[in-house]
């Protein structure tokens, strides 16, 4: 169990599901897709920013990472059948 003194709202910003989780709140993943949605409901008056949300922001990284990698595959793949269709035009 967690206990803290002082705690402030946007203290949670720097919580991330995985601490939640280790800290024996897997079940409030039951109920909501993520801390921000839970806090939200149960905070509503507080103005929360997305951004500044841990798991928010790794997860924009991920999203960069995975169309970075989409891209260098488009480009291998183009490569690819250029390639391709060159063999099979010299195959002909």
């Known amino acids: 169990m967690l206990i803290a003194k002082n705690v402030q709202l946007g203290d949670w910003y720097s919580i991330t599901r995985q601490q939640i989780t280790r800290g024996g709140g897997r079940g409030l993943f039951d109920y909501y897709p993520s801390l921000e ?43 690819k059948q250029v390639r391709v269709v060159r063999s099979n035009l010299i195959a002909y």
């Open 37 to 79: 949605a839970a806090l939200r409901a149960v905070y509503p008056h507080f103005p929360w920013q997305t951004s500044k949300f841990e798991d928010a922001e790794r997860l924009r990284k991920g999203y960069k990472d995975v169309l970075s990698a989409m891209k260098k595959a488009e480009e291998m793949l183009n490569i």
